[in-house]
């Protein structure tokens, strides 16, 4: 079965894309290039661990079909993630005589897609690029909507761009390859728009829990199809995260000062759990979110082996602190995202972060390092 989802970016059509799901699209990638290749040059930028399992495979596909293909290699893992890689991709992809008109494809997961994407918003001014998702985390999340970046000494994602895909094509028979916390780590992506916008699925998501986790294919598409709907939908509204995209960063603000701290040890999904449940607690500490809400928000947490232990090596400050640099602060306030409900949260005319006193959040962290989950 194929699905399609669009992506439609107003006010200019042409930068509106297809979010292809389906089986086997990898290795039938001659029927999906032609379409967006019109020089006859690929560049695949990949990584090490992708490249070895699914790289070869899509170059020798697309050199068969007449494709003048390189692919280009750096080291897996979220240290990569930095200007330096960046930059030498880059002398890669001149050595090899791209140009503007040469395609980019970004195979690989999150790292992969935010680093092939910000040299396509960048080389020559700007290149056609095309996410091919292969983890979890990339299929539910960052394949669509083109949030492209690097991490800087300063923190997360902090040197960007918005460049949206010309489509995402997501071969979900990639997935069988990848390890179990690899599945869990992404599946805190669906978690959070599920949260934020969708109790009904979130509900399929507590009693189909074991299912998607173990990549059953009914439950698995109709996860990754309304979650990328839905992040789609917002997309569409807000691409430039103006105000209602903010959403999509519930847990983010945590998330991503522990990840700055544990000097990305801990996985962005895992942080984004945590980040998810520390701010629930916040919610629930202003009156937003319902004891009862908040119970099962941290009972279905608890259910994916989410780490609080690691809150006890960092104290209140150092967290504060790391979340000071934040992209959604305004005028030196921590903003956050609050629940109001399973399925939604405080939106008063789409504004939907909110300051958030600190001692606040330090309450809310010494809840969740002292309490146990469940
Ligand atoms: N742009 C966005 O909107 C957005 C959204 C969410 C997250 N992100 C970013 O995404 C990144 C995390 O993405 P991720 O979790 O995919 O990390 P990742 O890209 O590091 O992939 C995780 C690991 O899985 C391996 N892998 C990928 N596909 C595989 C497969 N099919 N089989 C076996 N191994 C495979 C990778 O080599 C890597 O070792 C973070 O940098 C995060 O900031 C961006
Ligand atoms: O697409 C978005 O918008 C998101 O915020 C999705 C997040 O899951 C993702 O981690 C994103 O990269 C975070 O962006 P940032 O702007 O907070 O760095
Ligand atoms: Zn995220």
């Not at 994602?157 to 949206?164: D, E, P």
């Amino acid at each position: 079965m194929i699905s399609s989802i669009n992506v439609n970016i107003p006010p200019k059509p042409a930068r509106s894309y297809p979010i292809v799901i389906a089986s086997g699209l990898l290795k039938n990638a001659q029927e999906w290039i032609a379409e967006y290749c019109h020089s006859g040059k690929v560049v695949i930028i990949s990584d090490d661990t992708v490249a070895k399992m699914y790289g070869e495979l899509l170059c020798d596909n697309l050199q068969a079909s007449g494709y003048q293909v390189e692919l280009i290699i750096f080291p897996s893992g979220e240290n990569s993630k930095n200007i330096a890689t960046k930059t030498a991709i880059e002398e890669e992809m001149f050595a090899f005589g791209c140009d503007r008109h040469t395609l980019c494809v970004a195979l690989g997961g999150g790292v992969v897609g935010d680093m092939a994407g910000f040299i396509a918003a960048t080389y020559m001014r700007g290149m056609d690029f095309i996410q091919v998702p292969t983890s979890m985390l990339a299929m539910i999340d960052s394949s669509v909507g083109g949030k492209v970046a690097v991490n800087s000494s300063y923190g997360k994602n902090n040197i960007g761009a918005f460049w949206q895909p010309k489509a995402v094509i997501m071969d979900i028979d990639l997935l069988k390859s990848l390890p179990k916390d690899q599945i869990i780590n992404g599946f805190f992506e669906a978690v959070k728009i599920f949260l934020t916008c969708d109790g009904e699925h979130f509900e399929f998501c507590e009693s189909h829990l074991d299912l998607i986790l173990a990549l059953e294919e009914k439950s698995l598409i109709k996860v990754l199809q309304k979650a990328v709907a839905l992040k789609a939908m917002v997309v569409e509204i807000d691409e430039e995260e103006r105000n209602l995209r903010m959403i999509l960063n519930y847990g983010h603000t945590i998330a991503h000062a522990l990840e700055k701290l544990s000097k990305y040890v801990i996985m962005h999904g895992f942080a984004v759990g945590l980040g998810m449940l520390i701010e629930a607690k916040v919610a629930n500490l202003l009156g937003l979110l319902a004891d009862t809400d908040f119970i099962r928000v941290s009972k279905f947490l608890s259910r994916l082996d989410i780490n609080t232990s690691i809150l006890k090596s960092y104290d209140n400050q150092s967290i504060i602190a790391a979340m000071r640099g934040d992209k959604k602060n305004l005028n030196q306030e921590t903003v956050l995202v609050l629940l109001t409900g399973i399925g939604s949260v405080k939106n008063i005319d789409n504004k939907v972060a909110f300051p958030v006193a600190e001692s606040v959040i330090a309450e809310a962290l010494d809840y969740v390092r002292t309490s146990s989950l469940g």
